[in-house]
């Protein structure tokens, strides 16, 4: 049986966008809307979905850089709103984020090597005799070489800055890393480089992903169970496998066929229609029926649950 490491029980971000005199809200921003997950610990979780669905809200507050809504975070057994000040810093520290943007993640005024070592540093993981030389390790690791811990950002390359974003994240020996779409900001060619890192990494570091993407392309080479997100809310859940061989939730369907082939098959591409609703003001029923193909009655009535259709497989739909 797989060990849970991280369990997301009905876990909700609201964004209060207006408020009335009195200063209650009167127009909410529903990011997240009660997401349940589990991710299992040695495992890539990959989670993917549109712009703007709350893949990235998510992932900030599984990193305590947003505060829920509502909801509960249990890591290793604990919930995270029980934990006292000392608790919270080493569930920190077990957590870390490599971000989207290579660039905008690095302080410009720091030397790499400064940056890699200030979590090290700030955590008091190593005796200071000891940081420079556990620098220079996690740079060989990302594939870069010692001479440049002594180099400003701006002097790297995209996928360059993405490594160092890599062993920063990597500085803390952490349980669980949130990968925030970390190749969408590079070309195609650095993409399969950096994907194969984050992939040896793992193996050599124990790691378990949150891996955080807008296709269902990039996920397939580097999740072992893929999760969906529609507007706030996850709509399919199952390993890679069974999704990418038997989709049944039919957004998860178009994703898929949105996805490029290289050989001569002719596959079925579904188009979607209309634009995404406001999550401001989610339709009351499925939030996706206002594009679905296959929508019929109850889905602009009731809101579906998300229930295991067969063994490892979730699903939100009216037609399960």
């Known amino acids: 049986m797989n060990e849970v490491l991280m369990k997301v029980q009905d876990l909700s971000k609201y964004f209060t966008i207006d408020t009335d005199w009195r200063g209650k809200p009167v127009s909410v921003l529903k990011a997240v809307d009660e997401v349940s997950l589990t991710i299992n610990k040695g495992e890539a979780f990959g989670l993917v979905g549109?712009?703007?669905?709350?893949?990235?809200?998510?992932?900030?507050?599984?990193?305590?850089?947003?505060?829920?809504?509502?909801?509960?975070?249990?890591?290793?057994?604990?919930?995270?709103?029980?934990?006292?000040?000392?608790?919270?810093?080493?569930?920190?520290?077990?957590?870390?984020?490599?971000?989207?943007?290579p660039y905008a993640s690095l302080n410009p005024r720091m030397t790499v090597g400064d940056i890699i070592a200030e979590p090290i540093i700030i955590n008091k993981l190593l005796p200071m005799s000891e940081v420079e030389e556990r620098v220079i390790f996690l740079l060989n690791c990302v594939g870069l070489a010692r001479h440049q811990r002594n180099r400003f950002p701006h002097e790297f390359s995209g996928g360059q800055r993405q490594r160092v974003g890599i062993a920063r994240a990597l500085a803390v020996e952490p349980k669980l890393i949130v990968c925030d779409e970390p190749v969408s900001a590079l070309d195609v060619s650095i993409q399969a480089q950096v994907l194969n890192l984050l992939d040896d990494l793992k193996e050599e570091f124990k790691l378990t992903y949150l891996f955080i993407a807008h296709g269902l392309g990039v996920v397939k080479h580097i999740s072992d169970r893929v999760g969906v997100m529609y507007l706030g809310k996850l709509v399919e859940i199952a390993p890679k496998k069974e999704l990418y061989a038997n989709p049944l939730n039919p957004y998860t369907q178009a994703l898929l066929s949105a996805i490029p082939v290289i050989n001569s098959e002719k596959k079925e591409r579904i188009?979607?229609?209309?634009?995404?609703?406001?999550?401001?003001?989610?339709?009351?029923?499925?939030?996706?029926?206002?594009?679905?193909?296959?929508?019929?009655?109850?889905?602009?009535?009731?809101?579906?649950?998300?229930?295991?259709?067969?063994?490892?497989?979730?699903?939100?739909?009216?037609?399960?």
């Open 50 to 101: 549109e712009s703007g669905c709350g893949k990235t809200t998510l992932g900030k507050i599984l990193v305590n850089l947003y505060s829920p809504t509502s909801g509960k975070i249990f890591f290793e057994g604990k919930e995270l709103s029980a934990l006292n000040k000392k608790q919270r810093r080493s569930y920190c520290k077990d957590i870390q984020m490599i971000f989207q943007d």
């Open 271 to 320: 188009i979607l229609k209309g634009d995404v609703p406001s999550p401001i003001n989610p339709p009351a029923g499925c939030r996706f029926s206002s594009r679905c193909f296959k929508e019929f009655g109850p889905c602009k009535l009731n809101a579906p649950k998300l229930k295991e259709v067969s063994p490892g497989h979730w699903v939100a739909c009216h037609l399960f």
